[in-house]
């Protein structure tokens, strides 16, 4: 058989030479096993056989290493971005010592969508034309079969995910599985998100509706309506009683960039808190000011103290 980078095959120690390792042969082909590839306490002699994976050095000549690699040949892992190199991609880190290269082919366009040092990315090990090894992006039909269909048990849970697929229109994630398995795959619409989600970037994600026709579900980074409004009113309120008159010259005809910017929320959010604290009489608008609402004389910030 012919020895191929990213294989483990079992191998016949051949000989030792010092300083550098034993040869290991498959009764064709022999590959140096380094003695720093070396783990456990058994001691070599030729006819002694083990199991050893074959991959690459620094000069691109085969090695075997008895190290054992987080993926093989053709298989599917979530990997650690170790390093980040602008001209060739990202390096992964792949459980032995060395790195697995992700080309910046595989990566996307945008800046804001390509990863950083410590994000995780679902990696396929391929070859390149000269047989040595390197990383390809997962998408769904990869992935898709490792999955399971989210269940009902997740419905309005906040649940941890991974990016497998940032688009400007929304981002396709992997939900964390846990002791199920894999994960479940998921979709954050762009309005149901803060900001731009990057290629393996973990977020934190609540299962806002489980699909049925397809066991998938359709995610948000935002709580429920009923809980977020009150977050958000509570917000509006702190922001008015920092204020000298309790005033502020933002009202529901604010444009919505500048909601965004002063509050960090939308401008449906900010006029749903606006209505709540209206109907419960805390506040009233003139023109393009809210004002804390007079009581006995009193703004209500007063009133409450």
């Not at 054992?68 to 880190?93: Q, W």
């Not at 849970?157 to 229109?169: I, S």
């Amino acid at each position: 058989m012919s020895l191929e980078a990213g294989t483990i095959v079992k191998l016949t120690v051949a000989r030792e030479v010092s300083p550098h390792g034993f040869f290991m042969t498959d009764g064709q082909e022999e590959v140096l096993l380094p003695y720093t590839e070396r783990t456990g306490n058994m001691k070599f002699r030729p006819g002694q056989q083990t199991d050893v994976f074959i991959h690459h050095d620094s000069e691109d000549r085969l090695i075997a290493t008895m190290k054992k690699p987080l993926l093989t040949f053709g298989e599917i892992a979530k990997l650690e971005v170790a390093d980040i190199h602008p001209r060739l991609g990202c390096f992964l880190e792949m459980g032995l010592g060395r790195q697995l290269l992700l080309p910046k082919r595989e990566l996307p366009e945008t800046p804001e969508l390509q990863p950083e040092v410590g994000d995780h990315i679902f990696v396929r090990m391929d070859r390149d034309k000269q047989g040595r090894l390197l990383a390809r992006t997962c998408g769904e039909e990869e992935l898709s079969p490792l999955c399971f269909n989210v269940p009902e048990s997740w419905q309005n849970q906040w649940m941890k995910a991974t990016v497998y697929r940032p688009l400007q229109m929304g981002t396709f994630v992997i939900i964390d599985g846990g002791v199920l398995g894999f994960g479940a795959i998921g979709f954050i619409h762009s309005s149901e998100r803060s900001r731009l989600l990057r290629l393996g970037e973990t977020v934190d994600v609540r299962v806002a509706r489980i699909r049925e026709e397809d066991g998938r579900a359709n995610l948000s980074m935002a709580q429920r309506k009923e809980i977020g409004m009150d977050e958000d009113a509570e917000k509006i309120l702190a922001y008015m009683r920092g204020r000298d008159g309790g005033a502020m010259p933002y009202s529901d005809k604010t444009g919505p960039d500048i909601i965004k910017l002063r509050f960090g929320i939308s401008k449906a959010a900010f006029k749903r808190a606006l209505g709540r604290l209206m109907k419960q009489g805390l506040i009233e608008q003139d023109e393009n000011w809210t004002r804390l609402k007079q009581v006995d004389g009193q703004t209500s910030s007063d009133s409450e103290q």
